[in-house]
């Protein structure tokens, strides 16, 4: 049966263990995550399993250590077996490469917050 209801938690971040094989190399973002959690506030949560292990959310967990955060929100995947956590560590990764994007839409997008004075580079773009 698919599993729509998800329970969000406020974990201390010491609790949540990063996975030693996690394929991203991410050291060289993680500022650049901090100030989007700074910007936005920290809308994803990680994904972890109840005994503290990250499934998904690495570079956000690294961005709220380097803000000193004391708590961070938590999705539990207990109901996933050790090789969907595998698997969905990967998708969770490598969906956002799936879809292109519409290159007239996207520069709309980034004109208008260039009229209104936005820095692109806490979205990932540059003015240039």
Known sequence: ????????EDWPIGRLIE???N???NDDVVDRMAQAIVEFGFRIPIVARSDGLV????LRLKAARLLGLATV??????ELSETQIRAFRLLA?????WAE????????????????????????????
């Open 93 to 97: 990764n490598q969906s956002a490469n």
């Open 101 to 128: 994007w519409d290159d007239a839409r996207l520069s709309a997008e980034l004109q208008d917050l260039l009229a209104d004075d936005y820095d692109l580079s806490l979205v990932g773009f540059s003015d240039g």
């Open 73 to 78: 929100p938590v999705v539990l995947a207990d």
């Open 55 to 58: 499934v998904d959310g690495h």
């Open 19 to 21: 996975y030693d094989r």
């Open 1 to 8: 049966m698919l599993n729509t209801a998800l329970q969000l």
């Open 23 to 25: 394929p991203r190399k």
